[in-house]
């Protein structure tokens, strides 16, 4: 029994460590001399060139704070508006409600690719491109939440609607007082992948906007492969400042992320 717990703790430090590895490898990829980057001994010095080159040199900062910018927006507008449609869709009775959520369902089939002509044809007619409303706008827009959201409310227990409709509360009170403060840790989680599905996004930002002013970090770091294709130290440099506010919004939110999965199935 000893054995089989202390094979299976070894073998998740090795998943750990096979996880880590790449990241430990870009860290210290990034502040190797140019001359040692692909060299497989342990450089001989460390040195911050590279990542002052792209804070100075390159517009950089403007494409972090695109970046960040942009996922702060839609994470927030798709918390409010994915909470409101998942709180009618699971408590609210009206007819078409099953033909609405089904409808909602079946856009995850849709990638992005299979839409984005169209969606950039109907972007460019309401004049967004090259806009930060073109870049936020068709980020809100997405069933997961809504579904995930939904499966939650439906496991609030309805004796708590009933008490605060009894005080007089009505579907609006009782979403933003009772249903919403209740699902903190569910908005917590979709907090966390929204921002990141939105800071690692490339296809769309690419499509919708031509504008470096506009360029997030996603596009900015494809622009400098092209651009530095000889000078890979500084594409590496980059992608190094780029992975922080991924992996400390992940260790931020980790907590809330497991706790929601936990009582997703919960009744």
């Known amino acids: 029994m000893r054995s089989g717990i202390r094979a299976r703790a070894v073998a998740g430090h090795l998943v750990a460590l096979l996880t880590v590895a790449p990241l430990l490898w870009l860290l210290l990829a990034a502040f190797r001399p140019e001359d040692e980057l692909f060299s497989a001994s342990w450089p001989s010095s460390l040195t911050l060139a590279n990542v002052g080159y792209v804070l100075t040199e390159v517009p950089f900062l403007r494409y972090l704070a695109n970046s960040a910018f942009v996922s702060a927006t839609v994470t927030a507008a798709a918390l409010l508006l994915h909470s409101m449609a998942a709180y009618a869709l699971a408590r609210l009775h009206f ?14 089939l849709i990638s992005l690719p299979v839409i984005l002509v169209p969606l950039f044809l109907v972007v460019r007619t309401l004049g967004l491109v090259d806009t930060y409303a073109g870049l936020i706008v068709p980020g809100v827009f997405n069933a997961f939440g ?20 009894l005080d007089g509360c009505g579907h609006w009170r009782t979403y933003w007082h ?23 996004s490339f296809l769309w930002p690419l499509a919708v906007a031509q504008d470096e002013s506009l360029r997030v970090v996603q596009v900015g770091i494809a622009s400098l492969q092209g651009q530095y294709a000889t000078k890979q130290h500084y594409v590496i440099a980059a992608a190094l400042l780029a992975a922080i506010p991924t992996v400390l919004v ?12 936990k009582t997703t199935g919960l009744k």
């Open 95 to 108: 007819r078409g409600r099953g033909v609405a959520f089904a409808a909602v369902i079946a856009t995850l």
């Open 146 to 165: 809504i579904f995930l959201l939904r499966q939650f409310y439906l496991g609030v227990p309805r004796e708590l609607e009933d008490a605060a409709q």
């Open 178 to 200: 009772v249903v919403l403060p209740l699902s903190r840790p569910m908005l917590s989680a979709l907090a966390v992948l929204f921002f990141l599905a939105n800071w690692n």
């Open 250 to 261: 992940f260790l931020l939110g980790q907590r809330k992320l497991i706790d929601s999965l």
